[in-house]
């Protein structure tokens, strides 16, 4: 459940960017620190990863995503790190306030002091490289098909071509074959692999799957299912290579063809965004160019290592805590000024404490209802009365004034808040 | 037992759909049945979803006559189906000066055809309107009536209206033959039994002819199949409100550079003549040529913000036009033939269509009280069907309301296009059950957007399965034989 309203740093996202960035802030002092996730549990992506390859870089070791994940969730929890899990922010504004809705904590607004955009990155799909023919069930990115497999618990299909050579490409390869379903090719248009070498070694070469280079589908065939795809060669230009052409039967078409920055929520904060990456750009503190909104991992740029998303997250983090915790000085060090009983508003509205010196302070003020009377107007901390005065009557069109003096500046400071009161007398 | 009905309509198309609402106004049984496994599979599923101010279609044929008389009856039909309709307007743009002599021409048409608001405008102007235009504009036609809508959301309202109004509905259902009594029909064999009624009409779309011809009528009646393909953009980069049509050629009315009511612009569709009345492939030679034309209107486009491409098949049939010194070949058949009794004849349907539904459906009646039939209007007919909540739509303090309300609507199943739960258990309960994958995109636009269902697939496919009672394994994309899943995996490793 969620008990505050404002945060020092909400973060949004739980992959290993958001998990590091939330480690990060509360050990950097950041006293309340909340992860808004959208998936059921804390983690992103690595949740689905379940093969080996994580922590090389941080660790030594050799770890499955979930267990990668799983040690900054202990860290999480043991910092006192608070979650909303099963929730979509669905607004971020310039201000840093967030809209953010699920079933569980109903539709809520939160007030950051500091964001971190850790949201990741999304596949690209079919439509982005205009693969021609008919629009059947089984066609799948990579990633999707692998929570299927990998969460689901279901096989999204038997006989498969793989289109991109893409790390999520090739482990699902892997993945696919170990559940007894054949991969009948993988297709690069490139001239070389767009993923990792020990990927390739490990899921396809280990395997006898067929990888060609320079060749793409052309077409899709299949009303209801996939029936098959027409692939062919491509030449410089990526123009189809005459005679080349070649019809594989198969249920399934994975595509593993890039993957791109997630930034709805950022660009509706005003945050500027890199046409090249398609991610933020961010100063070395990993700040925007909106103050207090932080980003890291593949919501920049799409990494290849998780790990390196977890240090790009400890930075963000970091520097969104510090940024909480000045702009928490700032608010601590003024005192709001607030109207009470039958005041409409005192003016000024806060007090800074370090300007508690020499100078009298005058608070100016204006009733609600007319006191036809004798009245007194007090000043107190909510238990203690600091200051007050007392006047002949009370009456909004008149304005009202009491002075600070030295004498109660002591007071004033050990105050969380003044309150003003006009009361009779 | 058969089931005996007044009237049987064959095609849950828009047309088919509008003319079952419109029946059930009255007094008599109604029953509407399609082939696929939803209503709106057909060509009104993949359309401009342009209502036509009818400047278009050559005069004197019954296809600018339905146009123009079913123009005006969208308001009405919108506000009692609440479904969301605008009035935008439309330009025919004319780049250089050797295309404006078009724009006389439709000038003309439109007169002829008793279209208002209609309106020649100078290239400047027509740039100031629109900025994205290409420099070399010279004029357009402005036609203040067009109109834009969301051709499933109409199919679907008017089919549930027809629905709660008493008519029924059955899907997977197709028609194979007809049952005769002499020149009577007297009811028709499908693939679930055969279903007796008085009348028969025929609303099968690009099918159409196989249905007149099972009748015994026009047998020279042919439907060509005339793909159209087209490009959606990715709302948040691209942002053409207005809709730009080209001069029209020999091919119809060309590819226009248009929006969606959900603010996506799109661009096509060309017209190609095919065999397959299946084959809704979209093509590379095709969207080559759509990508050449619409940068002649609007030349800023890049594909880098295409987030899908899709294309429809127009019914274009053969019908000689009926008004006597118009040659015209490619005209809408509405008609009850003499031939045989008990048989309303509907076809070549193409664009206008959507736009005529309405009209089409008023002719159908008149044409049935012509031959007789007498139409009572219920005592209890409700022609309002409310409008189900749209978290996508809402101000940030109604989705509060309504979250608090129902908390289902908190949970955010498509992060593109902002769809919930709430929303997805509503349709899968509706008076017509959306119960694969694609009925409750068509229904929510989930999985529309920039990430085309990659999120959303597997959280419906779950929401689904448990609404239903059913396995995972057995949802489907768009009815049997289109599953997502095809078995559980060994274990899961976790
Ligand atoms: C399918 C896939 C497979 C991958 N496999 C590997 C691999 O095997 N090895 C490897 O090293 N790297 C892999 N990567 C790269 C991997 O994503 C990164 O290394 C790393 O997980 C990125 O971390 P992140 O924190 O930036 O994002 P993610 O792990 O993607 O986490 C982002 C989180 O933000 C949440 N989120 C997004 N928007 C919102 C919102 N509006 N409200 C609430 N929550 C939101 C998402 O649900 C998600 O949980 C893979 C990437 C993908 C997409
Ligand atoms: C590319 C394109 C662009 C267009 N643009 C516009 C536009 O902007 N504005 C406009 O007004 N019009 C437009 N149109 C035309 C419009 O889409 C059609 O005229 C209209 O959708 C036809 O509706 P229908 O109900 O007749 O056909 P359909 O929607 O095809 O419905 C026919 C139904 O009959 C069913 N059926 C067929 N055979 C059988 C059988 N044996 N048994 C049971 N059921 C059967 C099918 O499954 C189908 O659902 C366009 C068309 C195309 C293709």
């Known amino acids: 459940m969620i008990k505050k309203k404002i945060y020092d740093v909400v973060i949004i996202g739980s992959g290993p960017g958001g998990l590091a960035a939330a480690v990060a802030a509360k050990k950097e002092g950041a006293e309340d620190v909340l992860v808004i996730e959208r998936d059921t549990e804390l983690g992103g992506i690595l949740l689905q990863c379940i093969h080996n390859g994580f922590g090389l870089e941080i660790f030594n070791e050799d770890l499955p995503g979930p267990s990668y994940a799983q040690r900054y969730i202990d860290e999480a929890h043991e910092l006192g790190v608070e979650s909303m899990l099963d929730t979509i922010v669905l607004e971020v504004t310039p201000g840093r306030k967030l809209f953010a809705s699920s079933t569980k904590h109903g539709f809520v607004e ?29 066609v799948y990115t990579a990633g999707t098909a692998q929570r299927f497999t ?13 289109l991109g050579s893409g790390d999520i490409g090739l482990i699902m390869a892997r993945r696919l074959t170990f559940e007894g379903a054949k991969v009948e090719r993988v297709l690069e248009i490139l001239p070389y692999l767009s993923g990792l070498t020990r990927n390739y070694v490990q899921c396809l070469q280990d395997f006898d799957i067929p990888l060609q280079f320079e060749h793409t589908v052309k077409f899709i065939h299949g009303k209801d299912r996939v029936e098959a795809v027409e692939i062919a060669q491509v030449d410089k230009n990526w123009n189809y290579v005459k005679g080349s052409e070649e019809t594989i039967p198969c249920d399934t078409l994975l595509l593993s063809v890039g993957l791109i920055p997630e930034n709805e929520l950022s660009r509706q904060a005003g945050v500027r965004i890199d046409p090249i990456t398609g991610g933020p750009y961010v100063d070395e503190s990993r700040e925007t160019n909106v103050p207090g909104i932080f980003a890291a991992g593949n919501v920049v740029h799409v990494y290849d290592l998780a790990d390196w998303v977890t240090l790009a997250g400890y930075d963000a983090g970091k520097s969104a805590a510090k940024f909480a915790m000045a702009l928490k000085a700032k608010e601590s060090a003024h005192i709001p000024v607030k109207a009470g009983n039958n005041v409409h508003h005192v003016v000024p509205h806060t007090i800074n404490k370090q300007n508690l010196t020499n100078d009298e302070i005058e608070l100016q003020l204006r009733v609600v209802r007319p006191i036809e009377e004798r009245v007194m107007i007090e000043v107190h901390d909510g238990e203690n009365r600091i200051a007050r005065k007392a006047a002949r009557y009370a009456r909004p069109g008149e304005m009202l004034t009491l002075v600070l003096k030295e004498r ?14 006009v009361n009779p007398r | 037992m058969q089931e005996k009905y007044d009237y049987i309509v064959i095609g849950a198309g828009v047309v088919g759909c509008i003319i079952a609402r419109t029946l059930s106004r009255y007094e008599g049984k109604v029953l509407l049945i399609d082939k696929e496994a939803d209503i709106c599979m057909g060509t009104t599923a993949a359309n401009t979803a342009i209502v036509h101010a009818g400047y278009d279609p050559l005069p004197n044929t019954l296809k600018a006559r339905m146009n123009v008389e079913g123009n005006p009856l969208w308001d009405t039909l919108a506000g009692e189906l609440n479904f969301p309709f605008e009035r935008r307007g439309d330009f025919v743009v004319a780049v250089g000066e050797d295309e404006l002599p078009a724009l006389e021409t439709l ?3 439109a007169k002829k055809n008793g279209v208002p608001g209609c309106q020649i405008l100078s290239g400047p102007e027509v740039r100031r309107r629109e900025k994205n235009i290409t ?13 834009i809508c969301d051709p499933f959301a109409v199919t679907v309202a008017a089919a549930e209206n027809a629905v709660m109004n008493g008519v029924v509905l059955k899907l997977n259902t197709e028609f194979q033959d007809f049952i005769m009594e002499g020149d009577r029909i007297i009811g028709i064999k499908t693939n679930q039994g055969d279903f007796i009624s008085r009348w028969v009409i025929n609303s099968a779309g690009l099918f159409s002819d196989f249905v007149m011809h099972q009748a015994g009528v026009r047998p020279e009646f042919k439907i060509s199949p005339r793909k159209g393909e087209y490009f959606v953009f990715d709302r948040a980069d691209v942002q053409i409100d207005n809709v730009l049509f080209p001069v029209p050629s020999d091919k119809g009315k060309g590819v226009l550079v248009t929006t969606t009511l959900h603010g996506n612009t799109i661009l096509g569709p060309n017209a190609n003549i095919i065999d397959d009345k299946e084959d809704t ?20 486009l890049t594909k880098k913000y295409v987030i899908a491409t899709f294309a429809g098949l127009r019914p274009m049939g053969n019908g000689p036009c009926k008004t006597p010194g118009v040659d015209y070949n490619q005209d809408y058949i509405i008609e009850i033939p003499e031939e045989v009794k008990g048989f309303v004849n509907l076809g070549g349907i193409e664009s206008p269509g959507l ?14 009280k012509d031959a007789g039939e007498e139409f009572k209007v219920k005592k209890d007919y409700e022609p309002i069907r409310p409008a189900r909540p749209r978290f996508r739509e809402m101000s940030q303090k109604d989705r509060k309301l309504l979250v608090d309300m129902d ?4 949970r955010v199943i498509c992060r593109c296009e902002n769809v919930t739960e709430g929303e997805i258990i509503a349709e899968i309960h509706a008076p017509i059950p959306a119960i694969t994958y694609d009925a409750i995109k068509r229904r929510t636009w989930l999985g529309t957007g920039r990430c085309q269902g990659g999120f959303d697939t597997p959280r419906v496919v779950d929401i689904l399965a448990r609404e239903l009672g059913v396995s995972p394994l057995e949802i489907t994309k768009r009815g049997k034989g289109s599953e997502f899943l095809t078995r559980p995996t060994k274990k899961v490793e976790k």
């Open chain 1, 408 to 421: 109660h500046f002591a007071d004033v400071e050990k105050a969380d808040s003044l309150t003003v009161d």
């Open chain 2, 407 to 410: 908390p289902r609507y908190g």
């Open chain 2, 281 to 300: 492939s979209t093509t590379e030679a095709g969207m080559n040529e759509i990508w050449a034309e619409a940068n002649k209107l609007v030349p800023s």
């Open chain 1, 150 to 162: 990998n969460i689901e618990g279901k096989m999204p299909g038997e006989r498969v071509v793989i």
């Open chain 2, 135 to 147: 420099p070399d504009v010279s004029g357009a036609l402005w036609a203040s009536t067009g109109g």
């Open chain 2, 355 to 368: 736009t005529s539904a309405p009209a089409i459906a008023q002719e159908v009646v008149d044409l049935l």
């Open chain 2, 107 to 109: 000038m003309g048409y």
């Open chain 1, 110 to 138: 939160i007030d950051a002091r500091a964001i971190v955009l850790a949201m990741g990155c999304r596949e690209r799909t079919r439509a982005m490289i205009q693969i021609p023919g008919m629009r059947p069930a089984g």
